[in-house]
Every structure is written in structure tokens, then in C-alpha cells.
């Protein structure tokens, strides 16, 4: 037997049951079931909070907003105090960026970049932010949120960020820019006390981590490779 049900976010999803004939055997199909649906609500959620946290960084590194505007443009979704929290750390890794990279380096944020790959597949991606240093040489940072820290994130999650950030490096060498000194970043963005609706109990900022020293591969033939358009 089939159920389909759906998710919050309105795809569907299949799952297949064995249903016993037993009562208490139904009643146990049910539970499992009825498990199933909730971390797919909880999946959901996760990815709604983690589109409003890309959404916030993009807002910050922008300087469209102050800290007022800030709050007043989240609060509906969260509470003050996680809205604050959240913009004083993307402050304090704004300062860094720039006691690492010079006071004069600009800041691009949600910067949009595509690229054709070898068979002809066209693949378009957003950089949380690319940060080009005093000296004209750009850099990536990509901020991931996440309900652990990266220190107990699975090897194959590592593993994607590495891949991810590896190939917005070749796009942006397919198209001339200068890659060879350029830091690969990952500022992890760890929420805690997502509730049923949606909102957080806080957030916390963990040590970005450059990835130039991770291997980079996609498990077959090396990093994907990409033609310039």
C-alpha cells in the first residue's frame, strides 16, 4: 500500500506502507506515519528559517538597514532579541572582514554568478558574499545555518559546502577573475529553539572557517569543470 501526503512547503511525498492486519499493528503504522509527517514539517521549517537567515545576511551586507530597520522588517517572523543577536553578529564579522582584509575592501552581497558546465548545462548559483580585498583579489564567504555545530555536522555536509565553494571558484576563474590567493569561507550560523511556528529561540555565530585546506571533489573525476558562456 501507498500514502501520499503532503509536505508544508506543498510537495508531495510517498511513502510506502506494509499494513498488518493486527489492530495494535495499524495503530503502530499510524505512529510511524504520523512521525514521518512531523520532521518533514520540522524540514520545512529548517528551510524557511534558513532562507530568512540568507535573506537577513543580505540585508546587512547591502547597508540598506539599521538596526531599527532591521528589527522592524523581521519582527513579525521573530523575536526582537534573535533579530539583534543576528545583527550584531553579522557586524562583528563585518569587522573582522576587514581587520582580515583591509578597511578599504568592498563588500558584494548575493552576488549572482552562471556558468555552462562541459555538457552544456547551464547552472545558475548566488554567493552569500564576495568580499574583494585591498589588493583586487576577491574572496568567497558563504554563510550556513544549521541546528548543530560544524564540529558534529555529518562528513557528506562538510563534504557539499567543500564541493560548493570549490565551484563558485571556477566560475568565477571561467570568467577572468583572479582565484589563486582567493580564501574559500564558511561561516557557520547555528539556531537553536526552532518552535512549531517558525520562529527561533536564538542564534549563535561559530568561528568562520577558511576551506583552503579540504579536499575539493566531486567523488568521480575531480571538481566540476565549467566553459565560459
Known sequence: MIQLFMSRSGSSVIVPLNLPASHGAMTEAYSQLEEANRTLEQWDLIAEAGKDIHSMVGDFFSNHYSLVDFVDKYRDRYHPDVIRSMYTNLDKVKKEIYTLHGKSSKLIPQLTVDANTVDGKNIIGAIDLVVIDEFGQPHIYLFKSSTS??????????????????????ILASKGVPTKS??????PIITEGLREDGSLRGITFGETQNRLDYVTSNGNSGPVRVVIR
Open 182 to 187: 582567493m580564501d574559500l569561507n564558511i561561516v
Open 149 to 170: 555545530t560544524m564540529a558534529s555536522l555529518d562528513k557528506a555536509r562538510n563534504v557539499r559546502y567543500n564541493y560548493q565553494l570549490a565551484f563558485y571558484r571556477q
